[in-house]
């Protein structure tokens, strides 16, 4: 008896350690997923670096206590599964969103965004973020932007003053 103990309080460790260390984490109701949808859903979040886990949620309840985010738990009803994003914080966040877009089954419950309990619209908010890279070619962007304005007037003075030697 006690071994099956052990094996459960192990179980709560290694969740609230993802909860801790994950970026961002997504709860969501599975319900209504046939097992095709599911694996395809699993495959998107894998490439994506997410780590998809489905645990009894009287196990994730005694995480979240531990871990302070208790406030989770009254969520913690029903199929959970949860999504950690350990590299990215948008990725969980933008694959579920577009796969609930897609398939009305998938209900997102909550989430923690970088360690602050989120809402459903906080967390489809995070969604509609662009990718981190598309946010660094943004920031890219805006700042070349002055130095190509810049260049472009240098040339057109350039090219007046060649009109007028001319």
Known sequence: MSAVIEQKKQLVQEIAGKLRDS???????????S????TELRKQL???????KVYKNTMMRRAADE?????????????????FGVEDVVAPAKILNEFAKKHEALEIKAGIIEGNI??????KAL???????GLLSMLLS????????LA???????DQKEEQGA
Not at 25 to 31: E, I, L, N
Not at 67 to 83: F, I, K, M, W
Not at 127 to 133: F, G, H, I, K, Y
């Open 46 to 52: 894998r490439e994506a670096g997410v780590d998809f």
């Open 127 to 133: 969604a509609d973020l662009p990718s981190r890279e």
């Open 23 to 33: 970026k961002s984490t997504v709860f969501v109701d599975y319900r209504g997923l």
């Open 152 to 158: 472009l007037a240098t040339k057109a003075v350039a």
């Open 118 to 123: 989120a809402s459903v619209a906080e967390v």
């Open 142 to 149: 805006v700042l070349q932007a002055p130095i190509r304005n």
């Open 35 to 38: 097992v095709a949808e599911v």
């Open 67 to 83: 871990t302070n985010y208790s406030a989770l738990n009254e969520l913690l009803v029903g199929p959970t599964a949860v999504a």
